[in-house]
Nanobody
Framework: VQLVESGGGLVQAGDLLRLSCEAS????????MGWFRQGPGKEREFVAA????????RYADSVKGRFTISRDNAKNMVYLHMNSLKPEDAAVYYC?????????????????WGQGTLVTVSS
């Protein structure tokens, strides 16, 4: 499956932003989807994940209550709605997919990755 992220940009602290990830090449609903991010000088970290039907979601503690992951299986899209952005949220955000039923929160479980989209948050 091929993944293409979009929606990154420069925002101010407190702003909101929606990232999108379009999938192609396979049956989208067979895949769990995740968002990960990698800030400057940091390791890639889990942000959010969603199950195949969209019912099950999981979040990193650092974004819980501010970010929402959703998916539209009819459009082969997954979204990350980010509210109350903080400077520490600045990173390259990656969309990931894995053909499984377990909603993983670790990057090594995901087989497919997009190229990433940059989010910059000014204070």
């Amino acid at each position: 499956v091929q993944l293409v992220e979009s929606g990154g940009g420069l925002v101010q602290a407190g702003d909101l932003l929606r990232l999108s990830c379009e999938a192609s090449g396979r049956t989208f609903s067979d895949y769990i989807m995740g968002w990960f991010r990698q800030g400057p000088g940091k390791e890639r970290e889990f942000v959010a994940a969603i199950g195949r039907s969209g019912i099950v979601t999981r979040y990193a503690d650092s974004v819980k209550g501010r970010f929402t992951i959703s998916r539209d299986n009819a459009k082969n899209m997954v979204y990350l709605h980010m509210n109350s952005l903080k400077p520490e949220d600045a990173a390259v955000y990656y969309c990931a997919a894995d053909r499984t039923i377990v909603v993983y929160t670790v990057s090594y479980e995901y087989d497919y990755w997009g190229q990433g989209t940059l989010v910059t948050v000014s204070s």
